[in-house]
């Protein structure tokens, strides 16, 4: 059965940090490739950071670049997303997807809220 649980959430004052964690199994991790995404209440759900199979390549969106690092453990088979002064906009639930040319999997989700 496949896997993918977030932990790491929690509430936190603006320009504190968190890191998330991305657990998964049930499938081979680095034939996936890995990223985040979040949703906000009323809010379509927004690409947040992605990872090459191998961890040597990253991209966000501009909003984020500087602010949140991803990362993943091809032992432990587990993505990170380090997020730094965070910001009251960056509250949503946070969610971890796994890809490859056939399959797409996510997890259910993590929630953050920043206070002001």
């Known amino acids: 059965e496949v896997q993918l649980v977030e932990s790491g959430g929690g509430l936190v004052q603006a320009g504190r940090s968190l890191r998330l964690s991305c657990a998964t199994s049930?499938?081979?991790?680095?034939?996936?490739?890995m990223a985040w995404f979040r949703q906000a209440p009323g809010k379509e759900r927004e690409f947040v950071a992605a990872?090459?199979?191998?961890?040597?390549?990253?991209c966000y969106p501009d909003s984020m670049k500087g602010r949140f690092t991803v990362s993943r453990d091809l032992v432990g088979n587990v993505m990170y997303l380090q997020m730094n002064n965070l910001k009251p906009e960056d509250t949503a639930v946070y969610y971890c997807n796994a890809e490859d040319s056939w399959r797409n999997y996510w997890g259910q989700g993590t929630q953050v809220t920043v206070s002001s």
């Open positions: 049930g499938f081979t991790f680095d034939d996936y490739a």
């Open positions: 990872i090459t199979r191998n961890g040597e390549g990253t």
